[in-house]
């Protein structure tokens, strides 16, 4: 009994480090910036249809919200109410919080008025969501408490511009919303592996075969051995091990960068096939922060002080 | 007795200021290991993960309130077996009747497929069933205004849903831009559309 206790406290003390050690923030900040640029482009996407989905005389009239929505949210129609300049408050928040995020000006405050715009057309109408907004709330949530003005951000560049010699590296930032995004990751994977291992289709080797079937989802033409019952098995027990190993492989550290170039892989080869918009682009942003930053021999973006 | 009771104060003052003390350091820690644990919980499926309703009843508030909530479920348990989509009938005043395939996104150009995927979500997920029934008047009624502002009248508009079974075979000539399985179709809602009233 007591060796496990041991083992035990060993974990959670190794976990409590891990967490708590700050950690470069070159990586956080550049996963800021391209997830900013991102938020961008989702923005973009979502811009013209925004008063059908979102207006009171769009598809949702608040009689027929009420009956989809799942309670209060902190959103922008706490304060609104169900009023349709609500839709310009959202663009203006999501414009001025991606722009932040992409290019580091006041990186939390920007990452709190992103949130704030996701979670509003969250709220606002549930049915026209995918994956991905899901990783733009999460994402800008956790940026908020994090320090990411360290790099990858305008006035630092311009402040170095002025500046004569060299500037020192940034300071070491706390990990844990570095920690907590990089978990979210594993959590994902993890967790859609899970739900697919329980499906009948996924075990037997022909759901990406029938997924390919579907119009809905397809995009650019696929090569013809892609539709073949061997490639079928092949891809849906890739997929299988793919997301199930994703979150313990990835914490090897011999086995990250190999990992993370699978993934990169994976979901480009999904981004050529399937029509999701910008989910498999939202997944990966989150592999920047598993990346290791070698020139400064600080910290590993994992394992802590090498 | 006065002195013992003062110890046993302060013994339990030093225990809750240790408390105090070791939140102040490892609130990072117990906060990451809580969002991981309600975020486990929140995504995974019931079946196999039994104190989901437990956890989820505590971590749920939070979790909506701040937007942190989450699923991960595409294509699973299994992927959908049947290829759908959703049309807009309109007849107008003189008799006409035009049709617009909603969410037939093979038929839309590669870029116009990747900017309306929320109206796949909208109308293959949720506005063809049944169950959503609440959303198809609107949904009718919104048709009506956007007709109306291009210069059409419409009289009447139906929403069509159509599907065709996939394959369990997984050949080539499944693909869906080349497949020739039939098409069914059902009309599950039509609406007689109110004159508008003159200004």
New interface residues.
């Given amino acids: 009994m007591m060796p496990v206790i041991a083992a035990v406290v060993r974990a959670a003390s190794a ?2 480090r891990w ?2 050690e700050p950690v470069d923030p070159r990586p956080l900040a550049w996963f800021r910036s391209w997830f900013g640029f991102l938020t961008l482009v989702n923005l973009w ?2 811009w013209p ?1 925004m008063p ?2 979102l207006s009171n ?5 608040p009689e ?1 919200h009420r ?1 989809t929505v ?6 922008v129609y706490l304060l609104t109410g169900y009023a349709d300049a609500a839709i310009w408050v959202i663009r203006l928040l999501a414009l001025v919080g991606g722009l932040g995020l992409w290019l580091g000006i006041w990186p939390r405050c920007a990452a709190c008025c992103a ?1 704030l715009a ?2 509003s057309y ?2 606002r ?1 549930l ?5 991905g907004d ?1 990783l733009v ?2 994402g800008c ?1 956790f940026l908020m408490f994090a320090r990411t003005d360290g790099a990858a951000s305008l006035p630092r560049w311009l402040g170095r511009r002025t500046e004569a010699g060299d500037r020192p590296p940034p300071a070491e930032v ?3 919303p570095q ?2 995004l990089q ?2 990751l594993c ?2 994977y ?3 592996g ?3 291992a ?5 075990r037997d080797g ?2 990406v ?14 090569p ?1 051995f892609c ?3 061997p ?2 098995r092949l891809f849906t027990y890739g997929t299988l091990a793919f997301e199930l190993g994703f979150p313990l492989l990835v914490w090897v550290p011999r086995l990250r960068l190999p990992v993370l170039a699978a993934g990169l892989a994976f979901h480009a080869g999904l981004d050529w096939t399937l ?3 910008l989910f498999q682009w939202l997944i990966t942003s989150y592999y920047i922060l598993f990346l290791a930053t070698p020139a400064t021999g600080s910290r590993d973006p994992i394992q802590g002080r090498s | 007795m006065r002195s013992r009771m003062t110890r046993r104060h302060e013994r339990q003052g030093d225990a809750s200021s240790g408390v105090v003390t070791w939140m102040r350091v490892h609130w990072p820690t117990l906060l990451v290991a809580l969002y991981a644990v309600a975020a486990v919980s929140w995504t995974l499926p019931p079946e196999v993960f039994p104190p989901k309703p437990i956890l989820d009843r505590v971590a749920g508030g939070p979790l909506l309130f701040l937007g942190l909530w989450q699923s991960w479920d595409m294509f699973s348990p299994d992927p959908r077996t049947d290829d759908i989509c959703v049309e807009v009938v309109s007849v107008e005043r003189d008799g006409r009747r035009r049709a617009w395939m909603l969410t037939d996104m093979v038929a839309l150009d590669y870029v116009d497929r990747w900017r309306k995927d929320r109206w796949r979500k909208y109308c293959n997920d949720h506005l063809r069933l049944d169950a959503n029934r609440h959303l198809w008047q609107p949904f009718a009624a919104s048709c009506v205004r956007r007709l109306r502002a291009e210069g059409h009248d419409p009289v009447r508009i139906e929403l069509v849903r159509w599907w065709r079974p996939c394959d369990p075979a997984v050949r080539p000539e499944l693909r869906a831009d080349v497949r020739r399985t039939p098409w069914s179709s059902y009309t599950f809602f039509a609406v007689p559309v109110a004159q508008e009233t003159p200004r």
Wanted: proline content about 5%.
């Fill in positions: 976990f409590d967490v708590r996407m979502l249809d059908l989905w005389d769009g598809v949702l009239p027929v009956q799942y309670g209060a949210g902190l959103t949130w996701a979670t969250s709220w109408n049915l026209i969501l995918h994956s899901c709330r999460i949530f706390p990990a844990w920690r907590i978990l979210q959590i994902l993890f967790v859609t899970v739900w697919k329980t499906g009948a289709t996924w022909t759901a075969g029938m997924v390919l079937q579907l119009g809905e989802f397809q995009r650019f033409p696929i013809d539709m073949t019952p490639a079928s029509n999701v918009q």
